[in-house]
């Protein structure tokens, strides 16, 4: 699938599960889990772009410069060490157009649903 395709289904729902899972993963990781506040925070209120392979956004310090990020990190301008906002930002996006381009579930019949309890109501 074509990274454009990708970004291009990046929305609000995607972004809000996304960041309800990350929240999951790093809840015994306090400085990642801070970075990830921060991106959600920063995604909302700062002029970005993402084509499905590179993070372009506004530094929240510095007026008009802008960081790249990527898979390998932010590029050279940027001063931060560890786990920081715009790698959580990337990882956030790239997260939700994964959970964008999954298929559905398909859901049960009537059927395969009155069988299931059926053998649930056999274990008791």
Same mark, same amino acid.
């Given at each position: 699938m074509? %990274?454009?395709?990708?970004?291009?289904? #990046?929305?609000?729902? /995607?972004?809000g599960h996304a960041l309800r899972i990350m929240r999951r993963?790093?809840? @015994?990781?306090? /400085?990642? &889990?801070?970075? &990830? %506040? !921060?991106?959600?925070?920063? &995604?909302?209120? /700062? #002029?970005w772009s993402f084509d499905g392979e590179a993070l372009v956004i506004e530094?929240?310090? %510095? #007026?008009?410069? !802008?960081y790249t990020v990527t898979s390998a990190g932010c590029d050279g301008?940027?001063?931060a060490r560890?786990? @920081?906002?715009? $790698? $959580?930002a990337y990882e956030l996006l790239v997260r939700a157009g994964r959970i964008a381009t $999954?298929?559905?579930?398909?859901?049960?019949t009537d059927e395969q649903y009155a069988k299931a309890l059926e053998l649930v109501d056999d274990l008791y």
């Open positions: 074509s %990274n454009a395709i990708v970004a291009a289904s #990046i929305n609000r729902t /995607t972004v993963e790093y809840a @015994h990781n306090a /400085t990642a &889990l801070n970075a &990830l %506040n !921060k991106a959600s925070v920063e &995604l909302s209120m /700062t #002029i530094s929240r310090t %510095n #007026i008009g410069h !802008k301008s940027c001063k560890g786990s @920081h906002w715009h $790698q $959580q $999954q298929p559905a579930k398909p859901r049960q």
